[in-house]
């Protein structure tokens, strides 16, 4: 099948399961058409002008192209979505987030047990032992000195300029 007429199908397909790409992928791994984002190509055909956003997927799938998975976001919701998809989202900034970025660096450093440290800050257990194992909020590390350095600004992935031209 040509590249045209997988991008025709892809639009106006009704499936609501991922639409992988099979060709070509840029070195950050989203589909490319000649220089142009698939992705954009896509949103384009299925919701119209950019007017300056960028496309953002739902599925967090880069080589999917359903248009039910992308959309039009801000640059900033893009980013966000991308870390949410990255790895778990944990920090303060996200909405399940209960504990702020200080209180984790807290208890990384509290040496007391588990049950202990989630009675003081009314998470579980399981939430401590996740933080302590670096599962969840993973941003925040503790430097080799023990003194806290927070990295309230993650570093846009390179591959982000591609969506966002
Ligand atoms: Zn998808």
Known sequence: MEKQSFIDAAVQSDTDECILWPWGKT???????????????????????????????SCGTKACINPRHIRWATYRENNVERRDHG?????????????????????????????????AYGVSKRAVLFIKQGVTWQHL??????????QTSPAIPQETKLLCP
Request: positive net charge; proline residues 7%; glycine residues 10%.
């Open 87 to 119: 790895r778990m989202p944990f920090g303060e900034n996200h909405g399940r987030a209960k504990l702020t970025d200080t209180q984790v660096l807290a208890i990384l450093k509290d040496l007391r047990p588990l049950n202990t440290i989630a009675g």
């Open 141 to 150: 590390t503790l430097s080799p000195s023990a003194s806290a350095s927070v």
């Open 27 to 57: 070195g950050a791994g989203y589909p490319s058409l000649s220089n142009a984002s698939i992705h954009r190509v896509v949103c384009e055909r299925a919701h119209g002008p950019s007017n300056g956003l960028c496309a953002a997927h």
